[in-house]
């Protein structure tokens, strides 16, 4: 962690957040948040102790000042599902899930049983996230005790909220990254006992699937979750129709394939699955019953193939539902290009997605999600100054949409802030991204305010 002591800051631009769920799929301001041209101030702590308007308030001398005028700024995304080993083969061609895993994704986390790669790999990961205006994140290492380590020591320098835990991977895989249910069982003890609640890190019982985890496994993986409360839980569950089916035959008692994970005690309000593409009404049902969520991977869907998320039902049966990368079968950190990814897949089922709601899920609905909205996701006065500031327009063809949406282009009425918001979220990417602070502290970012 940085020892340095941090001076109350004052940050000015257009500040955007959520203080309630907007109303689904509607372009109405319900829940929104939008103070044009204000001050965001934080205190020496990196918590959030007010907003107050540019034009009638100035920060006093005691304040460092940070004048990102003209800029959005939000809270800092979570990416609720991502796979930092996998920086190593994203953008690889042409496999479905099962494919991709055995041609691409094992090969590369072999390598994290050095744990001098798995520290470089961690300070990549977390820096390219901090780059793409992500600032807390729930991660996949590999089954090696190394790599989870390398990235809470990593998480912890920069000062991030993270949620990881050693994989679990006891067969179906290949030598190298299969472990014992007893080895796990000591390495996953050893870890929460030194990282989690230590700082801003938690940690998560991570089953790679249940493919790769015998029953006795899940038994040890739900037993680890009874024996010390407030741990996370991750896995993958009916991503593909092919990897459904395999379940089904690994596990003919099973009702379905979330319900071999309800079976081992697995599901509760901080379990975390993503996907969930090819789910029933009783697996939503029970998503809702138990509190879980489906971590929502849009862009790793379309790329692989695997299939088209229904959020419509999820709505339906009360779930809840974040959004994820997915990274690498999704192709991107950034969490706007996923949203982009978000709303067409929806549009393809029929449904029109708001910037609003695709927003929220990224921001204060995975904190809410994770059971963090005390900390995370919004700027409310006491939350830590996890903050992302952008530019709403990069290039000709932005700042021409961007001049159209403001009213600035003559003979054309300016639009609606949703309008605005919608423009910019289709077409930003990391490139507009200005600052990413992090308890108010700077991390990354490309300019545009002292």
Known sequence: MTSSAL?????????????????????????????PDHWLLVGADGRIQGAEPAATFTP???????????????PGFIDTHVHAPQLDVIASWGATLLDWLNTYTFPAEQRYADPAVAAEGAARFLDALLAHGTTAAVVFPTVHRASAEALFEAASQRGMRLITGKVLMNRHAPEGLRDDV???????????????????????????????????????????????????????????????????????????????????????????????????????????????????????????????????????????????????????????????????????????????????????????ALGLSREIGHLDPGATADL????????????????????????????PLHARVFAWLTLADERQLAATYVAGRRRAGRGGGG
């Open 388 to 415: 992302a500031v952008w530019r709403w327009a990069e290039g000709p063809v932005g700042h021409h949409r961007d001049a159209v949406a403001t009213g600035a282009v003559p003979g054309l009425a300016a639009q």
């Open 182 to 368: 007893d080895g796990a069982r000591a390495d996953c003890e050893a870890l929460i006992q030194r990282w989690h609640g230590q700082g801003r890190n938690a940690y998560a019982v991570t089953v790679r699937f249940a493919v790769t985890s015998t029953p006795e496994q899940l038994a040890m993986a739900g037993e680890l979750g009874r024996h010390h409360p407030g741990l996370y839980m991750q896995t993958h569950v009916a991503e593909n129709r092919d990897e459904v089916a395999w379940v089904a035959r690994l596990f003919p008692e099973a009702r379905s394939y979330l319900d071999v994970y309800h079976r081992a005690g697995l599901l509760h309000e901080r379990a975390v699955l993503a996907h969930g593409i090819w789910l029933d009404a009783q697996d939503r049902a029970l998503l809702r019953d138990t509190g879980a969520h489906i971590a929502h991977s849009p862009s790793s869907n379309l790329f692989l193939g695997s299939g088209l998320f229904d959020w419509q039902a999820a709505v339906d049966s009360g779930h809840g539902v974040s959004i994820a990368s997915d990274v690498g079968g999704g192709t991107s950190l950034s969490l706007t290009r996923t949203l982009a990814e978000a709303y067409k897949v929806q549009a393809l089922r029929g449904t029109t997605l708001s910037a609003w709601t695709l927003l929220h899920a990224a921001t204060r609905g995975a904190a809410e």
């Open 7 to 35: 001076a109350p800051q004052a940050l000015r631009a257009d500040l955007l957040d959520f203080t309630a769920p907007p109303s689904w799929g509607s372009p109405t301001l319900q829940g929104v948040r939008f103070r």
């Open 60 to 74: 006093g001398p005691d304040w460092q000042q940070h004048d990102h005028r003209g800029h959005l700024l939000m």
